[in-house]
């Protein structure tokens, strides 16, 4: 009688706790989830080109306008110009402009230590300010400032410091 439904309701109470107890975990499984996708989205990999090869490597090389051993602080990817220059991480472009050497420049914080430049550009499409995703054209390819043919010279930087590209490079997403 009475009892049996007493232990009925209390069974059904309890086990509604215990569903809700495990929703409440799938939901912070799920934002945790999504938290390390946006992260992932937002570390730097794959190319910044559709097409094109690279033509020189991160490190000491010869300056190919003073043929003197120089610093590179980043891979040059070569190609046609106009060609595609992409995003290789989401974020918020920083610098959409002229800069010395570099041309028309795009530097783009990824917000957790990382910023990629990309050099030499012909046109850019995107201005500081604006949000970007991984993969997204940002700009066209050309031979912008202290650049001998159409390539788009790549940088990453760590919390302020160069650190070789390549690595970033050969990931795929």
Do not use: C
Not at 16 to 38: C, F, G, K, P, V
Not at 121 to 135: P, R, S
């Amino acid at each position: 009688g009475v009892s049996s439904v007493m232990d009925m309701s209390q069974s059904i109470n309890w086990l509604a706790e215990i569903l809700a107890s495990q929703y409440a975990r799938l939901d912070a499984l799920q934002l945790l989830l999504l938290d390390r996708n946006l992260e992932a989205e937002r570390t730097p990999a794959g190319w910044p080109v559709s097409s094109g090869w690279i033509s020189s490597g991160f490190g000491e090389r010869n300056d190919p306008f003073t043929g003197k051993r120089a610093r590179h602080n980043g891979l040059d990817f070569a190609g046609i110009k106009g060609s595609e220059v992409l995003g290789v991480a989401s974020g918020v472009v920083i610098w959409s402009g002229p800069r010395q050497g570099y041309g028309k420049l795009l530097e783009i914080d990824h917000g957790n230590g990382y910023i990629t430049r990309y050099a030499h550009n012909d046109e850019l499409l995107v201005k500081a300010g604006d949000g970007i995703t991984a993969g997204q054209q940002i700009a066209k390819m050309g031979a912008t400032g202290r650049a001998s043919s159409p390539h788009v010279h790549f940088e990453v930087l760590y919390k302020g410091q160069h650190v070789n590209p390549y690595k970033f490079v050969k990931q795929m997403r």
